[in-house]
């Protein structure tokens, strides 16, 4: 199944539960709120998060996104019962496995990013039930890469060099939360996110038959996630 079908019959599902009256069950929404996130980043090719080859002098060059993980704390603030604004910090753990390869031999290494991410989301709610919301929204995600990072093996270094400190990106999110009063909240749902700028370059160092060569690849740092967070009540 497609992410779009899974998409599709999450916000379909949701709008079955959709009472007919709860206004006298409702709980009031807290003003301020503040929610530990953890998150599964999955390569999809629909999201721009899928292996890239290219080639150049007769070498094969590829990268392959894996699994990765995202973890933080976000903060809300309800502006109004329809709407709030979110704003946190989080750490995505991206990993990549990076080939080389001529007609006759092949190197591979790892390399593992750490990029440091600042929210900042409007969100918009919709009640569901007594205790049950559908939620979505958009806003600007900062991301920053504190220094070049490098791997090395023999006859391979990989290197990624920055080209910025910081840039902005895209974040939308669309889940479901639940909410009770005294226990805290629960919320699980998805967010993209969509880097038009390039944070760094892949750089590819790479020795074959004596011969050093280096070629850059700019990364794509867009994800797809399906994200969990607990509120604290």
Not at 8 to 24: I, Y
Not at 62 to 76: H, K, L, N, V, Y
Not at 160 to 187: D, Q, V
Request: include cysteine.
């Amino acid at each position: 199944m497609s992410v779009c079908k899974i998409l599709l019959t999450f916000v379909f599902c949701s709008l079955l539960l959709w009472p007919e009256s709860h206004a006298q069950d409702e709980i009031k929404d807290p003003t301020f709120n503040f929610g530990l996130q953890a998150g599964v980043i999955f390569p999809s090719s629909l999201f721009r998060v899928r292996n890239r080859v290219e080639e150049s002098n007769g070498i094969s060059y590829r990268i392959e996104p894996s699994i990765g993980t995202q973890f933080g704390g976000i903060a809300t603030f309800r502006l109004s019962e329809k709407f709030q604004l979110q704003g946190g910090f989080s750490l995505l753990l991206r990993r990549y496995e990076c080939t080389a390869s001529t007609e006759s031999e092949q190197r591979s290494l790892k390399i593992n990013t750490t990029i440091y991410e600042v929210p900042l989301l409007l969100m918009y709610y919709q009640r569901l039930g007594s205790q049950l919301l559908l939620t979505a929204g958009t806003g600007v995600n900062l991301q920053t890469l504190p220094s070049d990072l490098t791997s090395k093996t023999d006859g391979l270094d990989i290197i990624a060099f920055r080209r910025a400190f910081a840039l902005p990106s895209s974040l939308t999110m669309l889940g479901l939360e639940f909410r009770k009063k005294g226990a805290g909240g629960f919320f699980a749902g998805l967010s993209y996110c969509i880097t038009p700028f390039h944070l760094y370059d892949t750089g590819f160092r790479t020795r074959f038959n004596g011969q050093s060569r280096f070629y850059a690849i700019p990364h794509i740092g867009d994800y797809f996630c399906v994200v969990g967070r607990y509120y604290l009540d």
